[in-house]
């Protein structure tokens, strides 16, 4: 069964650091494009940021760029978002999903079940 699970969201003051995990089993993340995308109280989905199958390149939303970064750990079959500066708006459901394609960002086809970031002083 193909599955992800998200993990380390939470309370953080604005300017503060966070990093979510995204562990993947019943398929090798590595081989695919993996996302992140976050939903904002009363808000709809906004894709943040990515990493390819691969070669492993990463791209990120121009609203995050700069502060949030995708990585992964083949050997851990894992999935990092290290999100820097966090800003009030940042805060969201965020979830980890994959196209089960190399290179697509878009058309996401399996999701995880999301973890809550909140920056708040």
């Known amino acids: 069964e193909v599955q992800l699970v998200e993990s380390g969201g939470g309370l953080v003051q604005p300017g503060g650091s966070l990093r979510l995990s995204c562990a993947a089993s019943g398929f090798t993340c590595s081989n695919y494009a993996m996302s992140w995308v976050r939903q904002a109280p009363g808000k709809g989905l906004e894709w943040v940021s990515g990493?390819?199958?691969?070669?492993?390149?990463?791209n990120s939303a121009d609203s995050v760029k700069g502060r949030f970064t995708s990585s992964r750990d083949n050997a851990k079959n894992t999935l990092y978002l290290q999100m820097n500066n966090l800003k009030p708006e940042d805060k969201a459901v965020y979830y980890c999903?994959?196209?089960?394609?190399?290179?697509?960002?878009?058309?996401?086809?399996?999701w995880g079940e999301g973890t809550m970031v909140t920056v708040s002083s």
């Open positions: 990493i390819k199958g691969g070669g492993g390149s990463t």
């Open positions: 999903a994959t196209s089960l394609t190399d290179s697509n960002f878009e058309f996401l086809e399996v």
